[in-house]
């Protein structure tokens, strides 16, 4: 089993920044890649950025692609996402997940998945 637990999210105004993290427990050793997700009300949950397990390869979605960079650290077991530029549209819950597919970017192929943590853009 794997968990994950999400931190960082908050009420930040247009423009601004957040660096969300992903602490990841349990089978720390298998090499799984990483992605944020985000679902904000009434829509459905959306890939916004992954990352490998080596952090070689890195995927974005097209809305936050240049304003946010995904990263992780192998060694503290954590993965990151650094937001800036941050847009009223960006107010969501996001989640970290796990995947051995996170290339496909589909949330269908995520194994293991945090709470979520709530992030608030006011204009």
């Known amino acids: 089993q794997v968990q994950l637990v999400e931190s960082g999210g908050g009420l930040v105004q247009a423009g601004g920044s957040l660096r969300l993290s992903c602490v990841r427990s349990?089978?720390?050793?298998?090499?799984?890649?990483m992605g944020w997700f985000r679902q904000a009300p009434g829509k459905e949950r959306e890939f916004v950025a992954g990352i490998s397990w080596s952090g070689d390869s890195t995927y974005y979605a097209d809305s936050v692609k240049g304003r946010f960079t995904i990263s992780r650290d192998n060694v503290k077991n954590t993965v990151y996402l650094q937001m800036n530029s941050l847009k009223p549209e960006d107010t969501a819950v996001y989640y970290c997940?796990?995947?051995?597919?996170?290339?496909?970017?589909?949330?269908?192929?995520?194994?293991?998945w945090g709470q979520g943590t709530q992030v608030t853009v006011s204009s």
């Open positions: 997940a796990a995947s051995w597919a996170i290339e496909t970017r589909l949330e269908a192929r995520a194994d293991y």
């Open positions: 349990g089978r720390t050793f298998s090499r799984y890649g």
